[in-house]
């Protein structure tokens, strides 16, 4: 918990508007993005180009819920920078509407003024839904003009009103600043992303008629199922993200994984279980894949996901940001558990791409590169002219040849070591471009 000192508000628009500043005694923060067609060098949905976030031209529109929510991961940012005592999100698109809801979390009163002239159209019931807990988590709801009321009113229950000048008169209580870090932390998740990511798992289940997913989070992969047609519930323990994800028209369970499945006796036949397990002693990992076993049909699918203790990029640079994050586990470990348990192991990510360990010295072969050399033959005497003149090499003529051809040798050998010490720092640097993460796919017999 932190007071803030000072009325701070920060305020996303889409367009450029002017810079930061004190206005009537509030200081002005933006945020400012715009749409863009351009790819993305990170994979990421958003990214900042000098004073501008330029997000992907997909998270526009409103149909995709988690798909579209490209912004919040820099907002999240600066909320934590800047504290500010209030949010206002000026125009909503899908990209921004969820907004609302991220400064909701993270203890910070947002305003919202909705300018457009259109409201979405056509979507799903679960869209709908989303679309009204964002506009419902708004302290302040406003529309540009008394025309966008009746246009907007049957997507927000709570009373919408005009915008006007006032709003920079009012006394902004300078509230508390709350940060959690697992909230902070599900924040500055790029949920298009990780839709992007996880999208190559709903093939383990499409076969499947119940699928249990459990530390579902808000339900990223719930979605996926769903959009595929296959019916899903996931299992939550933190009350405020299962709350976010049932937002979105999810069947989220608020509840300590291990505890349902001991108490809940309904049998599926899929269970997905995305990073959990690293969250979890050995003990209570034998337990978990007990408990999937027994819960899943025979014949039932369980896919487990998490990361891959021989990746580099995992050990060095994204497992230890989580404080709940226990140990590794290695995919060898826990297919011989749940082979225990009577789940057999027939396909892993592990397998598909071979860790192939390459061994290297600790300083590198000397390899004598020799600068070609200009080497002049002797000037013709008489004889040699006439030797030539005939079509004869005289003996200077072949030492001259003998020469460059030593010093072509030399050369060549140099490329070959040069080539054998390339072709060895590529097979180690191979290492670096193993998968972070491991996803094995277990069926019980």
């Known amino acids: 918990m932190e007071e803030t000192d000072k009325n701070i508000v920060l305020v996303v628009s889409e367009s450029k508007r002017q810079p930061g500043g004190l206005v009537r005694g509030v200081e002005l923060h933006y945020m400012d993005y715009a749409f863009s067609d351009e790819p993305s060098t990170n994979g990421l949905s958003a990214w900042v180009d000098g004073d501008l976030i330029k997000v992907k031209n997909d998270c526009e529109g409103f149909a995709g819920v988690y798909r579209q929510q490209a912004l919040n991961r820099l907002f999240a940012q600066q909320i934590l920078n800047l504290k500010p005592s209030r949010v206002l999100v000026i125009g909503v698109n899908g990209a ?91 924040c500055l998740r790029d949920h298009p992303l990780l839709m992007a990511m996880q999208q190559f798992d709903v093939r383990h289940f499409e076969h499947c008629e119940q699928v249990l997913d459990l530390g579902c989070g808000a339900g990223l992969f719930l979605q996926l199922l769903t959009e595929q047609g296959i019916s899903a519930h ?101 297919t011989t558990i749940a082979s225990v348990h009577g789940l057999a192991c027939e396909w892993s990510s592990y397998d598909e791409q071979p860790h192939q360990v390459y061994p290297f010295p600790e300083t590198p072969d000397v390899i004598e590169i020799h600068e070609p050399k200009h080497i002049e033959a002797a000037p013709e005497s008489w004889w040699q002219k006439l030797l030539s003149h005939l079509g004869i090499a005289s003996r200077a003529d072949l030492q001259h040849i003998e020469q460059l051809k030593s010093s072509l040798d030399k050369q060549q050998q140099a490329l070959v070591q040069l080539k054998e010490r390339t072709e060895k720092l590529w097979q180690i640097n191979q290492t670096w471009a193993w998968n972070d993460n491991v996803t094995l796919r277990f069926r019980k017999r």
């Open 96 to 186: 921004s509407i969820d907004l609302l809801r991220v400064a909701t979390l993270m203890g910070v009163a947002a305003d919202v003024l909705i300018d457009n002239n259109s409201a979405p159209q056509s979507l799903l019931p679960a869209e709908n839904q989303w679309l009204g807990a964002c506009l419902q988590s708004a302290a302040r709801a406003y529309v540009a003009s008394d025309e966008l009321i009746e246009l907007w009113q049957n997507h927000c229950e709570s009373e919408l009103l005009v915008w006007g000048e006032s709003w920079a008169e009012e006394n902004f209580s300078r509230g508390r600043f709350s940060f959690d870090y697992s909230i902070y932390e599900f």
């Open 234 to 334: 996931g299992v939550e323990r933190d009350s405020i993200v299962a709350e976010y994800g049932r937002a979105a028209g999810l069947d989220i369970i608020c509840d300590d994984a291990l505890k349902y499945l001991e108490k809940n006796k309904r049998a599926v036949d899929g269970i997905y279980c995305s990073h959990f397990v690293e969250h979890l002693p050995i003990e209570l990992v034998e337990s978990l894949i007990e408990h999937i076993a027994t819960r899943l049909n025979r014949g039932g699918v369980a896919v487990l996901t998490f990361p891959d203790p021989e990746s580099i990029r995992s050990q060095l640079l994204g497992f230890w940001r989580d404080p709940e994050h226990v140990r590794f586990y290695h995919p060898e470990l826990i």
